[in-house]
Every structure is written in C-alpha cells, then in structure tokens.
C-alpha cells in the first residue's frame, strides 16, 4: 500500500491533502461511498480512509457511516453548502419574498451564511441602494459589482464547506460595523431554541446579531425536525421569524405560546 496504516494520525502532507479532496468530490458525486472501495482506489489502508473520512467529517463535507461516508443530510448532518443550496428552494424564496418587505431604500442589512439569506441576497439589488455586510462567499459573489449595492465583504478564516468566512477575524470585522436588518436562518430549532453544528457558526452569528438593530430569522418547516450540537439562542431573541407555510398549524401555536414575534410567509397578515 502507498501509505502504511500505523501513520500517525496527525499526518497531513500533500498525498493526504489530495486524497482527502478526491474522496470529498467523490462522496458529493456519488451521495455514497464505501470505506472498503475507497481504499482499493486510493491503495491505502481501511483504517487510513477511516481517518481521511473524520477530518473530511470534522470539515461538514460529509457523514461517516457504517461502512462509507455519504452527503446526504441527516437529522445531525445538513449537508456541505452544495446539498443546502438544492434542500427546500421553493420554500426558502417564499421566505426571502416575506422578507425583502421589511427592506428599504438606503439601509444597511446583515445576510449570515445560510442558503435562505442567499434567497434574500437575490432580491436586494431590485431594492437599491442598499449597504450589503455578509460573510457568505456566495452571496459576495452575487452581489459583487451590481448597482445600487455598496457590498462589504466579511473577511477571516475561509471554511470551504460552509463556503464561508467564520473565526476570530470575522467575529472582529462584524463588531467594528452595525446594520439596520440582519437576515438569518439557523441549522435547527429544538425546544424553542436555535442549535448548530459548529462553535465557529455559532460566534459569528452572534456577531451578527449583535450588531443589528432588527434581527430577522428566516426559516422553513424542515428545521423543527432537526437536531444540532450548539445552542445560539432562543427564538425570543429574534424581532421577528418568518416560518413557510408548511409549518404544521400545532408548531405555529407552540411558537406563539413561547412569545415568539411570528409572520408566515404567504400569508394575508402584514409584516410587523
């Protein structure tokens, strides 16, 4: 074989780093790879994938699982930033259509790096001029040179599977600056809560929300039913959450008991 299973775990030269990146587009390709069919490929030992497959893991850019690694999302996984950009579209343009309401000429808005705020980014440059602060390389990349949009990009660490800027240095960025709106969506909601796989996410975000004046959470039906590791905070710390249409009737009235500020998207009742 051309690495030796008892390599140290730490281990991370070129070989590595080029293995790991065809085993991540692999995985993404195919939505399911086997740990066994890996290392014939790559002629390295099963326990060698089996530590490619962790730090690929520890990254978002896949769920290890008996026998392989897939991109499918879980109920624990959601997913690298391509699978996101596909899970529930047509619900997360209904959001950003509810949420682009709240949006007037001359304000300064907050997007995070959730694929619903990239729902929103999508609408702004018809809402111009607008100041645009984000840390999502995607929505950069959208906005980047329209009219009307004075863009400013949030720099720091880059997460590749978040496509994404997230650390300290963002964290930094984000508190030397304060916004009108920020728009945000969150991994999942448990008990009335906001929860995340990733510390670094978590940091930012409460960056973000603490240098807003509005805080907007953007979020479809789909999050309720699942689960993350870190808490960010509870429903109540939000001015407003705008939910899709398909949340059952029995979650909307458990929102409302918590006191939590609620608009469907869709519906006939104005934008508070």
Same mark, same amino acid.
């Given at each position: 074989?051309?690495?030796? /299973?008892?390599?140290?775990?730490?281990?991370?030269?070129?070989?590595?780093? =080029?293995?790991? =990146?065809?085993?991540?587009?692999?995985?993404?390709?195919?939505?399911?790879?086997?740990?066994?069919?890996? &290392?014939?490929?790559? @002629?390295?030992?099963?326990?060698?994938? $089996?530590? @490619?497959?962790?730090?690929?893991?520890?990254?978002?850019?896949?769920?290890?699982?008996?026998?392989?690694?897939?991109?499918?999302?879980?109920?624990?996984? $959601?997913?690298?930033?391509?699978?996101?950009?596909?899970?529930?579209?047509? &619900?997360?343009?209904?959001? &950003?259509? #509810?949420?682009?309401? !709240?949006?007037?000429?001359? *304000?300064?808005?907050?997007?995070?790096?959730?694929?619903?705020?990239?729902?929103? *980014?999508?609408?702004?440059?018809?809402?111009?001029?607008?100041?645009?602060?984000?840390? +999502?390389?995607?929505?950069?990349?959208? !906005?980047?040179?329209?009219?009307?949009?004075?863009?400013?990009?949030?720099?720091?660490?880059?997460?590749? /599977?978040?496509? &994404?800027?997230?650390?300290?240095?963002?964290?930094?960025?984000?508190?030397?600056?304060? #916004?009108?709106?920020?728009?945000?969506?969150?991994?999942?909601?448990?008990?009335?809560?906001?929860?995340?796989?990733?510390?670094?996410?978590?940091?930012?975000?409460? #960056?973000?929300?603490?240098? /807003?004046?509005?805080?907007?959470? !953007?979020?479809? $039906?789909?999050?309720?039913?699942?689960?993350?590791? $870190?808490?960010?905070?509870?429903?109540? *710390? +939000?001015?407003?959450?705008?939910?899709?249409?398909?949340?059952?009737?029995?979650?909307?009235?458990?929102?409302?008991?918590?006191?939590?500020? !609620?608009?469907? /998207?869709?519906?006939?009742?104005?934008?508070?």
């Amino acid at each position: 074989m051309a690495e030796d /299973a008892t390599a140290p775990a730490g281990s991370d030269g070129a070989a590595s780093r =080029e293995r790991r =990146e065809k085993i991540r587009q692999r995985v993404a390709d195919e939505g399911f790879v086997q740990i066994k069919a890996l &290392a014939e490929a790559y @002629d390295v030992s099963v326990m060698t994938i $089996h530590r @490619d497959l962790d730090v690929l893991q520890s990254k978002g850019w896949l769920r290890k699982i008996r026998g392989g690694a897939t991109a499918q999302p879980s109920a624990m996984y $959601h997913g690298d930033v391509r699978h996101r950009l596909q899970a529930m579209a047509e &619900a997360k343009r209904k959001l &950003a259509d #509810a949420a682009v309401g !709240l949006v007037s000429p001359g *304000a300064s808005i907050m997007i995070d790096e959730s694929t619903t705020g990239l729902s929103v *980014a999508e609408l702004l440059p018809s809402r111009g001029p607008l100041t645009v602060i984000t840390n +999502f390389l995607a929505a950069v990349n959208l !906005l980047a040179g329209k009219p009307d949009i004075d863009l400013i990009a949030l720099g720091g660490a880059y997460y590749p /599977a978040y496509d &994404a800027f997230l650390g300290l240095r963002t964290c930094d960025a984000i508190r030397s600056l304060h #916004a009108d709106v920020l728009f945000m969506s969150t991994t999942a909601i448990t008990n009335g809560h906001c929860y995340h796989q990733s510390q670094e996410t978590v940091a930012v975000k409460l #960056a973000l929300m603490d240098s /807003a004046d509005r805080r907007v959470l !953007l979020v479809d $039906h789909s999050k309720f039913t699942k689960n993350g590791l $870190h808490q960010l905070a509870p429903l109540t *710390a +939000f001015d407003l959450v705008i939910v899709d249409s398909d949340t059952p009737e029995e979650q909307l009235t458990a929102l409302r008991t918590r006191g939590v500020p !609620l608009h469907v /998207a869709g519906s006939d009742a104005p934008l508070p």
